[in-house]
């Protein structure tokens, strides 16, 4: 005979399931903490801690449904403040931090966006990753975009200007924001590689219509991977965050209807996980004083240096904003920046050159295969099937000379935070060693 259902009053088949099992627990903290340099002594008595913890709780590494205080949200909380912004988006890369920036703006097939001819390659190829044209502009003594070219580039077609604050330096924003002002077009900051630098006491990402940083392990805060869009646009940020997170899963009414056209549209995943979230938390904290560190070291290297003529240092557009990471020197010609920068290497300075015709780099325009061969993803040919074909800018190796020639006249002295004053003397004098044999 069939018990009575629990429906009608028979006793539940299913009284009590075990406790949900957590998804990430002592192994996974194991092999985190294997990731760190610890003395054998050291490991075998975490080892020994890992083991006697019985009851070990694992943690929940998605930042929404989180029943603990999520680190992404702290990580988000704490930028904002150290930039001054109202919105800040934590994302898994800059490259995902511009495309949701791009799609927040609207940017889509038929538009063109500026962006410099000096920069890492993601800051055009999300250009394209959003089906628009990547429009290249020149960039100046200063490394980064060259105000005058950029407006002789903007064409009806324009929607935004991507600047980038090239090796930790501003950008000359008070011109580009003008441009972008008179134009009413969108002027999103590229701040991958300048975290902490700032603009006539503005913090670099704040300035624009939006601003997106990198924390991948080479920028100067980082998560491993890991990226922010930050603005002070409510709209804006309300639709960066649909983009980072397929189809607005998570906003604060998930199936509720559209509150304003726009707010509903297929995006895709970018989210920052909790474990990105933690490092970048730390990371965050310790950013002023990196950042004074850098400033120290490049002024302690900077004010020692003694030029012979015909060899500058790199103009700054607010050399207060500077972030620091490296000193670039311009020399007089390619031979000699050839020669002295192999000197320097030999000296035990920490240089490279910028531009060698013979080695691809994808931080200069000229080698962007991609985009100066117009390739396409698929058969729509997206996104230069958007644009009449008359239409479509000309790319060409050699179409931003200056680019090439400051590049290839530069070389780049890294500097890091850590550096001692005895660190930065003695990197100053190797400099002005061979800068003084310079014939
Ligand atoms: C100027 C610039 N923009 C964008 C990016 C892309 O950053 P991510 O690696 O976080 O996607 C980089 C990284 O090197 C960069 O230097």
């Not at 704490?78 to 934590?90: D, N, P, S, T």
Request: hydrophobic share 40%; with cysteine; glycine share 8%.
């Amino acid at each position: 005979m069939m018990d009575k259902l629990a429906l009608d009053g028979g006793a539940k088949a299913v009284e009590k399931l075990g406790p949900y099992p957590a998804k990430i627990g002592r192994e996974e903290l194991a092999e985190l903490l294997s990731l760190w340099e610890f003395s054998p002594a050291s490991r075998k008595k975490l080892e020994a801690v890992l083991r006697s913890e019985k009851n070990l709780r694992g943690p929940h590494l998605f930042r929404y449904y989180n029943p603990k205080p999520s680190k992404v949200a702290e990580a988000e909380k704490a930028f904002a403040k150290y930039l001054g912004v109202k919105h800040v988006l934590a994302v898994n890369s800059c490259t995902s931090a511009l495309i949701a920036s791009l799609r927040a703006l609207g940017v889509g097939a038929g538009d063109e966006v500026i962006v410099p001819a000096y920069t890492f390659f993601a800051t055009a190829a999300t250009v394209c990753a959003s089906n628009a044209i990547p429009v290249i502009a020149d960039v100046d003594d200063t490394l980064t975009l060259d105000p005058r070219d950029v407006e002789r580039k903007i064409t009806p077609r324009t929607k935004a200007i991507t600047v980038v604050h090239m090796r930790g330096m501003p950008a000359q924003m008070d011109q580009l924001l003008a441009i972008a002002r008179k134009h009413k077009i969108a002027l999103i900051e590229d701040v991958a590689q300048a975290a902490g630098g700032s603009y006539k006491g503005k913090m670099l990402g704040s300035i624009g219509t939006m601003g997106c940083f990198s924390f991948d392990y080479y920028k100067i805060l980082n998560s491993g991977e890991g990226g922010f869009v930050v603005t002070n646009d409510q709209w804006l940020y309300t639709r960066a965050q649909s983009w980072h997170d397929t189809a607005a899963c998570w906003r604060p009414d998930r199936y509720g209807s559209e509150r304003r056209e726009g707010e509903l549209f297929c995006g895709e995943n970018y989210r920052m996980s909790e474990l990105q979230g933690a490092v970048a938390v730390a990371q965050i904290r310790k950013a002023s004083s990196y950042l004074k560190g850098y400033r120290q070291n490049k002024r302690r290297i900077a004010q020692a240096l003694e030029l012979p003529k015909g060899v500058s240092l790199q103009r700054v557009a607010d050399p207060k904003g500077d972030a620091g990471i490296c000193l670039i020197l311009f020399m007089p010609d390619i031979q000699k920046t050839k020669w002295a920068l192999q000197a320097m290497q030999a000296e035990g300075v920490p240089a490279g050159g910028i531009y060698d015709q013979k080695v691809k780099d994808w931080h200069i325009y000229a080698y962007w295969e991609h985009i100066l061969g117009r390739k396409a993803v698929a058969s729509d040919g997206l996104p230069w099937s958007g644009v009449p074909k008359s239409e479509l800018p000309k790319y060409d190796p050699k179409m931003c000379p200056q680019c090439l020639d400051y590049l290839s006249r530069a070389i780049m002295i890294d500097i890091q935070w850590a550096y001692s004053a005895r660190d930065c003397k003695a990197i100053a004098d190797g400099i002005n060693k061979v800068l003084g044999a310079l014939k």
